[in-house]
């Protein structure tokens, strides 16, 4: 599903405009979610699962002869809950 479908649906589901939910998701990104990933806190989505940002190795490595480093960094994981079913 793309953002545009996503903004579609839930347009559809709140009886708005496009732009009114596209606003909203936004919002929700960039206001809520994000920040509290960037603070290191975990981001419970219900009936979909756990949000959160954990540490990665340095990675070293060569190819075609050429060593390289990947720096350590950070990513966002996300676990499934157990009561999510397709």
Do not use: C, H, Q, Y
């Not at 809520?32 to 190795?57: F, H, M, N, Q, Y």
């Amino acid at each position: 599903m793309t953002k545009k479908e996503l903004v579609a649906k839930l347009a559809e589901k709140l009886d708005s405009t496009k732009v009114e939910a596209e606003g909203i998701l936004e919002l929700l990104f960039s206001e809520i979610i994000i920040p509290a990933l960037k603070a290191g806190d975990e981001v419970v989505l219900p009936e979909l699962g756990k949000l959160k940002v954990r540490a990665t190795k340095e990675r070293k490595g060569v190819t075609n002869g050429k060593s390289w480093v990947k720096p350590a960094g950070k990513k966002v994981t996300l676990k499934v809950s157990s009561t999510f079913e397709i």
